[in-house]
Protein backbone atom coordinates (compact mmCIF):
# COMPACT_ATOMS: atom_id res chain seq x y z
CA UNK A 1 0.00 0.00 0.00
CA UNK A 2 2.83 2.46 0.74
CA UNK A 3 4.48 1.57 -2.32
CA UNK A 4 1.54 3.00 -4.41
CA UNK A 5 2.07 6.26 -3.01
CA UNK A 6 5.83 6.33 -4.77
CA UNK A 7 4.61 6.49 -8.62
CA UNK A 8 2.25 9.62 -8.26
CA UNK A 9 5.31 11.66 -6.75
CA UNK A 10 7.57 10.67 -9.60
CA UNK A 11 5.24 11.15 -12.26
CA UNK A 12 4.63 14.30 -10.88
CA UNK A 13 8.72 15.55 -10.58
CA UNK A 14 8.97 14.24 -14.20
CA UNK A 15 6.37 16.46 -15.27
CA UNK A 16 7.79 19.25 -13.30
CA UNK A 17 11.37 18.61 -14.77
CA UNK A 18 9.80 18.43 -18.30
CA UNK A 19 7.90 21.52 -18.18
CA UNK A 20 11.01 23.52 -16.44
CA UNK A 21 12.58 22.13 -19.67
CA UNK A 22 10.09 23.36 -21.82
CA UNK A 23 10.16 26.80 -19.99
CA UNK A 24 13.84 27.75 -21.29
CA UNK A 25 12.24 27.33 -24.63
CA UNK A 26 9.10 28.61 -24.84
CA UNK A 27 9.10 31.38 -21.07
CA UNK A 28 5.65 31.84 -19.57
CA UNK A 29 4.40 28.75 -21.39
CA UNK A 30 4.51 25.43 -18.98
CA UNK A 31 5.86 27.82 -15.68
CA UNK A 32 2.71 26.81 -13.66
CA UNK A 33 2.89 23.35 -14.69
CA UNK A 34 5.97 23.15 -13.60
CA UNK A 35 5.59 24.37 -9.90
CA UNK A 36 1.87 22.20 -9.67
CA UNK A 37 4.15 19.16 -10.64
CA UNK A 38 6.70 20.21 -7.78
CA UNK A 39 3.95 20.84 -5.11
CA UNK A 40 1.72 17.56 -6.52
CA UNK A 41 4.95 15.41 -6.11
CA UNK A 42 5.62 17.01 -2.68
CA UNK A 43 2.20 16.14 -1.05
CA UNK A 44 2.84 12.61 -2.71
CA UNK A 45 6.37 11.76 -1.20
CA UNK A 46 5.06 13.15 1.81
CA UNK A 47 2.62 11.07 2.27
CA UNK A 48 4.99 8.72 1.39
CA UNK A 49 7.07 9.50 4.53
CA UNK A 50 4.40 9.78 6.73
CA UNK A 51 2.62 6.31 6.09
CA UNK A 52 6.26 5.00 6.21
CA UNK A 53 6.80 6.40 9.81
CA UNK A 54 3.61 5.00 10.73
CA UNK A 55 3.75 1.51 9.66
CA UNK A 56 7.36 0.89 10.21
CA UNK A 57 8.70 -0.45 13.44
CA UNK A 58 11.53 1.69 13.80
CA UNK A 59 13.35 4.07 12.21
CA UNK A 60 12.63 3.42 7.93
CA UNK A 61 15.62 5.51 6.48
CA UNK A 62 18.55 4.26 8.13
CA UNK A 63 19.64 1.95 5.05
CA UNK A 64 20.64 3.38 1.96
CA UNK A 65 17.44 2.96 -0.39
CA UNK A 66 15.46 4.62 2.76
CA UNK A 67 18.05 7.49 2.96
CA UNK A 68 17.81 8.32 -0.30
CA UNK A 69 13.98 8.50 -0.50
CA UNK A 70 14.53 11.37 2.25
CA UNK A 71 17.15 12.85 1.08
CA UNK A 72 14.70 13.30 -2.52
CA UNK A 73 12.37 14.66 -0.40
CA UNK A 74 14.39 17.34 1.59
CA UNK A 75 15.94 18.91 -1.71
CA UNK A 76 12.16 19.09 -3.11
CA UNK A 77 11.54 20.48 0.26
CA UNK A 78 14.18 22.99 -0.01
CA UNK A 79 13.84 23.74 -3.11
CA UNK A 80 10.09 24.78 -2.58
CA UNK A 81 11.14 27.67 -0.40
CA UNK A 82 12.18 29.53 -3.34
CA UNK A 83 11.29 27.84 -6.21
CA UNK A 84 7.49 28.98 -5.72
CA UNK A 85 8.96 32.71 -6.35
CA UNK A 86 8.52 33.08 -10.56
CA UNK A 87 11.83 34.46 -10.48
CA UNK A 88 13.90 31.57 -9.09
CA UNK A 89 11.74 29.02 -10.48
CA UNK A 90 13.99 27.96 -13.17
CA UNK A 91 15.85 26.27 -10.45
CA UNK A 92 14.10 23.82 -10.93
CA UNK A 93 15.42 23.10 -13.77
CA UNK A 94 18.58 21.25 -12.38
CA UNK A 95 16.84 20.27 -9.15
CA UNK A 96 13.67 18.58 -10.35
CA UNK A 97 15.64 15.91 -12.65
CA UNK A 98 17.70 15.41 -9.62
CA UNK A 99 14.48 14.81 -6.79
CA UNK A 100 13.36 12.08 -10.21
CA UNK A 101 16.32 10.37 -10.28
CA UNK A 102 16.99 10.13 -6.40
CA UNK A 103 13.64 8.88 -5.66
CA UNK A 104 14.02 5.86 -8.63
CA UNK A 105 17.01 5.21 -7.07
CA UNK A 106 15.50 4.91 -3.66
CA UNK A 107 12.20 2.57 -4.88
CA UNK A 108 15.44 0.08 -6.68
CA UNK A 109 17.16 -0.04 -3.35
CA UNK A 110 14.29 -0.90 -1.56
CA UNK A 111 13.47 2.45 -0.06
CA UNK A 112 10.28 2.59 -0.38
CA UNK A 113 9.23 -0.42 1.84
CA UNK A 114 7.57 -0.24 5.53
CA UNK A 115 10.79 -1.73 7.19
CA UNK A 116 12.63 -0.17 9.76
CA UNK A 117 15.14 -0.96 12.70
CA UNK A 118 16.26 0.57 15.83
CA UNK A 119 19.14 2.61 14.94
CA UNK A 120 19.22 4.61 18.37
CA UNK A 121 18.99 8.24 18.98
CA UNK A 122 22.17 9.00 17.84
CA UNK A 123 21.67 7.40 14.61
CA UNK A 124 18.68 9.04 13.69
CA UNK A 125 20.06 12.64 14.58
CA UNK A 126 22.98 12.04 12.34
CA UNK A 127 20.89 10.57 9.54
CA UNK A 128 18.39 13.72 9.54
CA UNK A 129 20.91 16.32 9.82
CA UNK A 130 23.73 15.01 7.43
CA UNK A 131 20.88 14.62 4.53
CA UNK A 132 19.28 18.17 5.93
CA UNK A 133 22.41 19.33 5.31
CA UNK A 134 23.04 17.80 1.90
CA UNK A 135 19.59 19.08 0.48
CA UNK A 136 20.96 22.42 1.02
CA UNK A 137 23.80 22.20 -0.29
CA UNK A 138 22.37 20.40 -3.52
CA UNK A 139 20.18 23.68 -3.56
CA UNK A 140 22.89 26.26 -3.49
CA UNK A 141 25.07 24.19 -6.11
CA UNK A 142 22.16 24.73 -8.26
CA UNK A 143 21.72 28.57 -7.46
CA UNK A 144 25.76 28.50 -8.08
CA UNK A 145 25.27 26.64 -11.62
CA UNK A 146 22.58 29.31 -11.99
CA UNK A 147 24.45 32.10 -11.44
CA UNK A 148 27.41 31.42 -13.24
CA UNK A 149 25.32 30.02 -16.25
CA UNK A 150 23.20 33.48 -16.11
CA UNK A 151 26.30 35.49 -15.96
CA UNK A 152 27.40 33.85 -18.76
CA UNK A 153 24.67 34.87 -20.78
CA UNK A 154 24.47 38.17 -19.62
CA UNK A 155 27.93 38.98 -21.13
CA UNK A 156 27.47 37.49 -24.44
CA UNK A 157 24.13 39.66 -24.11
CA UNK A 158 21.85 37.42 -25.55
CA UNK A 159 18.27 37.98 -26.34
CA UNK A 160 16.00 35.55 -25.02
CA UNK A 161 17.65 36.24 -21.46
CA UNK A 162 15.32 39.22 -21.29
CA UNK A 163 12.50 37.25 -22.15
CA UNK A 164 12.97 35.08 -19.02
CA UNK A 165 11.91 35.58 -15.51
CA UNK A 166 15.26 35.60 -13.63
CA UNK A 167 16.82 37.24 -10.42
CA UNK A 168 19.57 39.42 -10.70
CA UNK A 169 23.10 38.00 -9.85
CA UNK A 170 23.32 39.89 -6.75
CA UNK A 171 20.24 38.08 -5.37
CA UNK A 172 21.44 34.29 -6.67
CA UNK A 173 24.79 35.43 -4.61
CA UNK A 174 23.14 36.38 -1.38
CA UNK A 175 20.67 33.86 -1.48
CA UNK A 176 23.65 30.78 -2.39
CA UNK A 177 26.03 32.60 0.60
CA UNK A 178 23.00 31.89 2.85
CA UNK A 179 22.01 29.21 1.77
CA UNK A 180 25.75 27.65 2.44
CA UNK A 181 26.07 29.47 5.47
CA UNK A 182 23.22 27.34 7.00
CA UNK A 183 23.62 24.26 5.64
CA UNK A 184 27.39 24.34 6.94
CA UNK A 185 25.67 24.51 10.24
CA UNK A 186 23.33 21.84 9.68
CA UNK A 187 26.36 19.60 8.63
CA UNK A 188 28.87 20.09 11.92
CA UNK A 189 25.56 19.33 13.86
CA UNK A 190 25.10 15.86 11.61
CA UNK A 191 28.81 15.51 12.05
CA UNK A 192 29.04 15.67 15.60
CA UNK A 193 26.31 13.12 16.15
CA UNK A 194 27.88 10.98 13.94
CA UNK A 195 31.38 11.46 15.82
CA UNK A 196 29.48 10.69 19.23
CA UNK A 197 28.02 7.29 17.50
CA UNK A 198 31.45 6.51 16.50
CA UNK A 199 32.76 6.89 19.92
CA UNK A 200 29.82 5.26 21.90
CA UNK A 201 30.30 2.10 19.33
CA UNK A 202 34.17 2.46 19.87
CA UNK A 203 34.71 2.71 16.23
CA UNK A 204 36.71 4.80 14.38
CA UNK A 205 36.58 7.45 11.25
CA UNK A 206 35.20 5.49 8.48
CA UNK A 207 35.83 6.88 4.49
CA UNK A 208 32.14 8.59 4.60
CA UNK A 209 32.83 10.20 7.73
CA UNK A 210 36.48 11.41 6.20
CA UNK A 211 34.85 12.34 3.00
CA UNK A 212 32.15 14.35 4.98
CA UNK A 213 34.73 15.98 6.75
CA UNK A 214 36.80 17.15 3.14
CA UNK A 215 33.26 18.89 2.71
CA UNK A 216 32.63 20.81 5.38
CA UNK A 217 36.06 21.87 4.69
CA UNK A 218 35.58 23.54 1.79
CA UNK A 219 32.04 25.17 2.26
CA UNK A 220 33.83 26.11 5.77
CA UNK A 221 36.67 28.13 3.88
CA UNK A 222 34.39 29.43 1.81
CA UNK A 223 31.91 31.12 4.26
CA UNK A 224 35.20 32.66 6.73
CA UNK A 225 36.77 33.38 3.91
CA UNK A 226 33.83 35.41 2.13
CA UNK A 227 33.94 34.37 -1.30
CA UNK A 228 31.64 36.19 -3.53
CA UNK A 229 30.68 36.24 -7.03
CA UNK A 230 32.05 33.28 -9.52
CA UNK A 231 34.94 32.21 -6.72
CA UNK A 232 31.76 31.61 -4.46
CA UNK A 233 29.80 29.89 -7.19
CA UNK A 234 32.90 27.75 -8.23
CA UNK A 235 33.57 26.61 -4.70
CA UNK A 236 30.12 25.67 -4.11
CA UNK A 237 30.19 23.41 -6.56
CA UNK A 238 33.67 22.11 -5.81
CA UNK A 239 32.18 21.21 -2.30
CA UNK A 240 28.86 19.70 -3.76
CA UNK A 241 31.07 16.88 -5.89
CA UNK A 242 32.46 15.59 -2.74
CA UNK A 243 29.38 15.81 -1.19
CA UNK A 244 28.17 13.39 -4.03
CA UNK A 245 30.97 11.37 -3.56
CA UNK A 246 29.94 10.90 -0.16
CA UNK A 247 26.33 9.46 -0.86
CA UNK A 248 27.70 6.02 -2.59
CA UNK A 249 29.96 5.24 0.47
CA UNK A 250 27.59 6.13 3.31
CA UNK A 251 26.06 2.96 5.35
CA UNK A 252 23.66 4.63 7.81
CA UNK A 253 23.59 1.39 10.31
Known amino acids: MVELLFWPA ?31 GWLAQTALLVAQAARADGFP ?3 WGGALNLFSWLVVTTYLLYGSRPRFGLLGLGVMPAAAVLLALAYAGGGIGEGGDHPGALLALHVVFMLG ?5 TLAAGLAAF ?28 LNARTVAVSVGVLTAGIAFGLARLAALERGID ?11 IYAAAVLARLHGRRLARATLLGFVVVVAVLPITHFA
Open 133 to 137: AFAGL
Open 61 to 63: WSS
Open 147 to 174: YLWHERRLKRREPRILRLTVPPLESLER
Open 10 to 40: LVAYGEAAVAYAGETRRPGLFGRQAIWGVRV
Open 207 to 217: AAMAVSFAAWA
